[in-house]
């Protein structure tokens, strides 16, 4: 137990070599390793080489705050602001990437052309370097996208769409698609073939949205807007233009309601101004309908002249009395007297015919106081002042009639005035209300005219809300495709892919590959293990023999004293799970090393199914067990001395019987063993495969240790649960695993337990006859002794 305790031990110690092993594993892929590194490079330049490159530029804009804000202490109120600011923020983002926007930026830089210089492996966005432009005289369907191929034949003329027609700059040309001329904008050298291809505003806009980034500052109301194309001047001059087209946005959407106002008032004054035009109509036919200056000024001309009008008539019928007077006097005076001249009759006639009359009676009255009436002259007289009288009789009748029309002049007046005056206030309250219902348009003219200069104004001054805090610019260096961590990928790739392939390898690999998986899959010691043997000879360990392979079974030698403390005279059992892991191999050997230490040792070639000790030792076919067992051949004769080996011994097989298992019950065994005791020091039992066939099962009981043969790359994993089953239930006796075939590990130099062995070049060793061809690779890159590889199928 204490052995097994060491063993265990060190097997823990070795255990810490699991991630050398493991790096060791796949160092010896290093070839590939590079050859996939470097593929990958090669790929990695080609792309970056031919690939589109894209280019970003970013710009900033500031997003005022309207609202004022609240100047109280009311954190609810200080938290709903802040909420609303955010919500702004968010929704100018939108505003700001939303395709109206983009619309509006495409037709302002006419990028619905897209102006391409076509090369012989990739094309080249050439938006601002293209020494020309198209013109569209003419697009036949503005709805589709269409391309245009230039092919330019020298510098002033070119060829469209492959035909053999060459076009001058400034010549219209017609396509299915349309009409077009082409200007030249620059005085530099135009390159070979072009493609422009013309989209229709949406389209366009879709697809500049794609490149379009719109990101707010946290904590400040600020958007940058970055945009990725192919060229970097495009990407500037649409940051910069979508800036300031979202600007014109935020003033159109603030003068939406002014220009609604606006169109509002337009049409309330056109209207206004008919009615008013309509009012005035009616209020200037109506003063002139009814001669109406002013009601009050009026009324009171009426009334004075219907006083003046009574008056007169008083005064007409005043002077009518005293006409009446002169004619009643003139009448009945007889014409003796003189008339009064100063009745205030205002006729010059009369007065005239007065003053005559008056006149000729004192002249008569004169004659009279010297004459008699008789007298002649007297009677001249007389017959003047008749004549005078009655003259002024026609005429006081004259006047009377005079009198009598102007009276009725003045009555009618009188009646006129009157009649006006009744008729006022009725034309006076039809002429207010036209009155106030002007003023009252015209107070709605005023005020309309008011509010539109008042909207002209704000809308004049209306600014922003927004400020441009940095304009974009061309940037050009790439972002797209990343030189850096293209190369990095690549390498990453070319470094994974191998990789990944190794790990598949191993993960579908379910046979045995290293010590580590005997270690991590059972518990049975690992006793040792034997490296590939590249010579044709089976028979490694001989006398002076100092290749690792030799020194490997001495390890093995030694680590048995571990297991076989108290035995003189071990029986040393060598099976495997199934055919061709070297049980014959590890036999052969193990005795040679038993024997190279004085003691007598014989191998007993008991895989009487497949025996393989005599023809691997080149040794004819010789009777043995089988011709024992049937009684043909005597005990002593079955040793066979192996040539050249002192101490070494073969107990041959004999024919391959028809019934081995049952043959390997014959009591006669029991004698066979107890003379080999007897007369060997050391046993070597070469079996049939336990996992095969229970020949080794049956010949265990005579076992003092079993060498449980495992082969690198041979046996399979599941196999291993065996051995622990038969460890754990003790069907074999002290059962421990030898490693076989195991490979040489690049780095460490050697087939050593664990990698504790020794190295070539290190004077302990002969060199192997073959090393492996990786050696080569391993020694370019400093590694010391290389690897070694399978030329042909060795000899186990």
Known sequence: MEEQAVLKSTKAELSTLNVKELFFKYIRYLPFYIISVALALFI??????????FYRSSGSIVIKDDKSSSGGDNNKIDILMQQESRKNIQTETEVLQSRQVVARVVEALNLNFVYTAVGKIKELDVYDAVPFKLEALRINDSASAFEIDLHFINQRSFQVNKSKEAIAFDQPFST?????????????????????????????????????????????????????????????????????????????????????????????????????????????????????????????AYLKRSEEADKAIREQKVQV?????????????????????????????????????????????????????????????TAEVENLRKKILVNTQNIKKSFGTVVGSLQSSNSNALAQISSIPTKERELLD?????????????????????AAITLAATISNTKILQEAQPDNTPIKPN????????????????????VMIELFNDKVTSRNDIERLTQVTLLGEVGHNYSKETLLVTSGNRKVIAEQFRILRSNLQYFLTHVDKPVLLVTSSFSGEGKSFISTNMGAVMALANKKTIILEFDIRKP?????????????????????????????????????????????????????????????????????????????????VSDALTLSKYADCTLYIVRQGHTYKKQLGLIDEYYREGKLPKISIVLNDAKLRSGYGNYGYGGYGYGYGEGYFEEEEKKHGMSKWLGWLGFKNGMETKNKKAKV
């Open 44 to 53: 990695a330049f080609g792309y970056l080489r031919y690939a589109t490159e």
């Open 176 to 300: 299915p698609k349309g009409t077009f001329r082409l200007i030249k904008t620059k005085n530099q050298d135009v390159g070979e073939d072009y493609k422009i291809s013309w989209y229709p505003t949406e389209v366009r806009a879709n697809g500049l949205l794609g490149g379009l980034i719109v990101v707010p500052k946290q904590n400040a109301p600020i958007l940058t807007a970055s945009m990725e194309t192919t060229n970097p001047q495009l990407a500037a001059d649409f940051v910069n233009r979508l800036l300031r087209e979202y600007q014109a946005v935020t003033i159109e959407d603030k003068n939406a309601i002014t220009l609604q106002k606006l169109e509002f008032i337009d049409a309330r004054l056109d209207s206004v101004s008919r009615q008013l035009d309509s009012i005035n109509d009616r209020y200037v036919a109506f003063r002139q309908r009814n001669n109406v200056i002013s009601p009050g000024v009026q009324s009171e």
């Open 321 to 381: 009395e005293t006409v009446h007077q002169i004619e009643d006097y003139l009448r009945g005076s007889n014409g003796s007297l003189t008339v009064p001249s100063s009745l205030s009759i205002q006729d010059p006639v009369l007065n005239a015919l007065v003053l005559d009359y008056n006149k000729a009676q004192q002249e008569r009255s004169e004659l009279l106081k010297n004459a008699p009436e008789a007298n002649v002259v007297v009677q001249q007289k």
């Open 434 to 454: 036209i009155q106030r219902e002007l003023q009252s348009k015209a107070e709605i003219y005023n005020t309309l005219l008011a509010k539109r200069e008042e």
């Open 483 to 502: 030189h850096r961590g293209t190369k990095i990928l690549a390498i990453v790739i070319g470094l994974l892919v191998p990789t990944i392939a190794v």
């Open 612 to 692: 393989k000790v005599l023809s691997q030792l080149n040794m004819g076919k010789r009777p043995g067990l089988t011709n024992y067992l049937l009684g043909k051949v005597k005990l002593e004769d079955l040793p066979v001395p192996v040539d050249g080996q002192p101490n070494l011994f073969v107990l041959p097989c004999g024919p391959v019987p028809p019934n081995p298992s049952e043959l390997l019950l014959d009591p006669k065994l029991d004698e066979l063993f107890a003379y080999l005791k007897q007369n060997f020091d050391v046993i070597v039992m070469d079996t049939a495969p336990v996992g095969m």
